[in-house]
Structure formats: structure tokens, C-alpha cells
């Protein structure tokens, strides 16, 4: 079937339009955050084969819950948060995600 469109408005702003693919997200993955080492912030990648309950904490060397970043349910997917250390001491830290029956955990340096 064809299917024809109709640009209805000013087309003088259209400066042109690509077809983005899409992109399925077939497993977890949690990557590594960037800048690492980091001072105060650094961005954490993440992304959901399936939707449901996602949770991503921040831990110390001493295995203490020092940031949670997401606890909701999130739907398959790419996806970034932003983590702001400015109120932690120097060190290496830890992040973990949780979601259905996986989980991951990688380290980073906050360096100020």
C-alpha cells in the first residue's frame, strides 16, 4: 500500500530528515561511566532488555548504600542518568544495577 503524506505549514525551517534506526535492545548492559575517574559528575549507561523494576545504588568500599539513582520500572530501552559526587569524599566507589535476574557492578573514582 502507498501511503502519501501532506506537508501542511512553512517548510522554509525543514532543513532536511533521516530515517533514525531503531535500535533493540536484546540484553542488559550496564557500561562503564564516563569520565573516569570523575570529579563531580559523571554519567552512568545502562540498558533494558525487558521492562520491569529497575534499580541502580551507588555503594562505598565499605559496602554502604551512599546514592540510589533509579528505583522505578522502566520499559527496554537505552538510557543515561547523571551522577553528581560533590557531597562524597575521594575514593573509589561502586555502582550495581538491578533488574528481574540481573545484576551488574562496576567500579569508579570520584577525584577531587
Not at 48 to 55: C, D, T
Not at 56 to 77: F, H, M, S, T
Amino acid at each position: 500500500m502507498n501511503w502519501g503524506y501532506t506537508w501542511v505549514g512553512d517548510t522554509a525551517l525543514v532543513v532536511g530528515i533521516k530515517d533514525k534506526p531503531v535500535n533493540v535492545v536484546r540484553q542488559f548492559k550496564l557500561n562503564q561511566n564516563y569520565p573516569n575517574p570523575f570529579n563531580p559528575t559523571t554519567t552512568i549507561s545502562y540498558s533494558i532488555a525487558k521492562s520491569g523494576k529497575v534499580r541502580i545504588d551507588i555503594y562505598n568500599l565499605l559496602g554502604e548504600k551512599v546514592a540510589e539513582l533509579v528505583n522505578k520500572v522502566q520499559q527496554p530501552g537505552d538510557y543515561q542518568i547523571k551522577f553528581d559526587g560533590s557531597n562524597l569524599a575521594s575514593g573509589m566507589y561502586f555502582y550495581r544495577i538491578s533488574s528481574q535476574n540481573f545484576t551488574q557492578i562496576k567500579k569508579m573514582i570520584l577525584f577531587k
